[in-house]
């Protein structure tokens, strides 16, 4: 049998999607048309579940980021394929994608001024592109915060990695990350001290807050399968101008102050912050700051939160803030049954912000305040990816947080 002919009309929409990529790729920190991104991604949603229907992918959940490389039973030899895999306003972070594979053999950090080759903070400091992996698993311990250099992605998968007990990661003033497949937990504040950021330069460091991810002026930046508790202050807070940020299939546990988007209320260089939250799963003992917003843009999509004492998602500084086909699960406290939380603005001030929910999921009594024009244009600016069905949430986070992937097999 001939194999099929692809349409001309297909064939068009392929090679106006390449062409789109490859104009994203240089583009700037911010994404300049985000309605553009949510036509290519909803494209690849559906294309995924055509392919999926027809046998080819019968390992698919609906997840575009899992189903793009998870069914590769040899994803262990084609590891950077993973760079091509992302979604949302982080999608063009291309990590470590375009360098060498430098594998971590030394779970040690004795010395953040002079790190040892083979450790972690040696990896990430390094001015060329590097994609870093773990020789085995490992506690990594770090004595002060792991000050990254930009092009590196840090990916756990086939270990089991642990960053716990001391500071850990932070992306401050550099581009393209990928945070992959880690434990973060436990993080504390760092001290006043030395710590080497390239291969040339070190400085003297004030006391970091204890963030499990700090982004700090930080852009195309994509943080996904990692599961995340118990830290100092937030597990992933993203300030001071940072933009252009995917924050994915992450489970998020046993914490207070989630996640704060938005340096101040004053702070008015992040009002081009563009975040997108996807495919995360909100966990046990969670309190609030799922997150907090301030000035930016922030698409809030395919979520499932089954867990927060006092809130879900707050702000302040009028954010635009786009939920759309999330799952929220109320507490069974009568007093906490709103999804969100307008901050230090009177009723009169907030009404005005635009805060939408879009085909989520409310159940045992949540219910989400929205305020605002509903056909605002600013959520084009708050829009990354076409959301699927809340129905689906439960399925496409089922394998949220770090996965158990051993080489030779799917992960």
Not at 325 to 339: H, L
Request: charged share 20%; proline share 4%; net charge neutral.
């Amino acid at each position: 049998m001939a194999p099929p002919t692809v349409p001309l009309s297909l064939l068009s929409l392929f090679l106006f999607s390449i062409s789109l990529s490859a104009a994203l790729s240089s583009a700037p920190a911010a994404v300049s048309d985000p309605e553009l991104v949510v036509q290519e991604v909803h494209r690849s949603i559906i294309n995924a579940t055509k392919r999926r229907n027809l046998g080819y992918l019968s390992c698919g959940t609906g997840n575009p980021i899992d189903d793009c490389w998870r069914c590769d039973s040899n994803w262990e030899k084609n590891r950077q394929r993973l760079a091509d895999c992302g979604i949302g306003f982080g999608k063009n972070a291309i990590g470590g994608r375009d360098g060498k594979i430098y594998v971590v053999t030394d779970a040690g950090d004795d010395d953040p001024v002079n790190p040892k080759p083979g450790t972690l903070r040696y990896a990430v400091i390094q001015d060329e592109p590097l994609w870093i992996i773990f020789a085995r698993d490992m506690v990594i311990r770090l004595k002060e915060e792991l000050i990254m250099n930009s092009f590196k992605t840090i990916d756990g998968r086939g270990a089991s990695v642990h960053i716990a007990g001391g500071p850990c990661i932070t992306i401050q003033y550099v581009t393209n990350i990928i945070i992959h497949g880690l434990n973060i937990h436990d993080c504390k504040p760092g001290g006043n001290t030395d710590v080497r950021d390239s291969p040339r330069h070190f400085g003297f460091r004030t006391i970091s807050d204890g963030d499990g991810v700090s982004i700090f002026g930080g852009s195309h930046v994509w943080v996904d399968h990692c599961s995340l508790s118990n830290c100092n202050d937030g597990l992933i807070d993203a300030i001071h101008g940072s933009t252009a940020i995917t924050i994915s299939n992450n489970y998020m546990t046993h914490h207070d102050k989630v996640m704060l988007l938005g340096h101040s209320d004053s702070y008015t260089q992040d009002k081009n912050m563009q975040v997108t939250i996807a495919f995360n799963h909100f966990g046990e003992g969670l309190v609030q700051r799922m997150p907090r917003c301030r000035h930016g843009y922030f698409h809030v999509v395919n979520n499932d939160y089954t867990h927060w004492e006092m809130y879900a998602i707050g702000g302040s500084a009028a954010p635009t803030i786009n939920s759309q086909g999330n799952r929220f699960v109320a507490p069974n406290d009568r007093f906490s049954k709103e999804v969100t939380k307008y901050e230090d603005a009177p009723e009169s001030e907030w009404k005005n912000w635009h805060w939408r929910s879009e085909g989520d999921l409310m159940l045992n009594g949540a219910f989400f305040t929205s305020s605002g024009a509903g056909a605002s244009s600013s959520y084009a600016r708050a829009s990354s990816l076409g959301a699927r069905p809340s129905s689906l949430v439960g399925t496409i986070t089922t394998n949220a947080g770090a996965l158990n992937c051993r080489k030779g097999s799917r992960c």
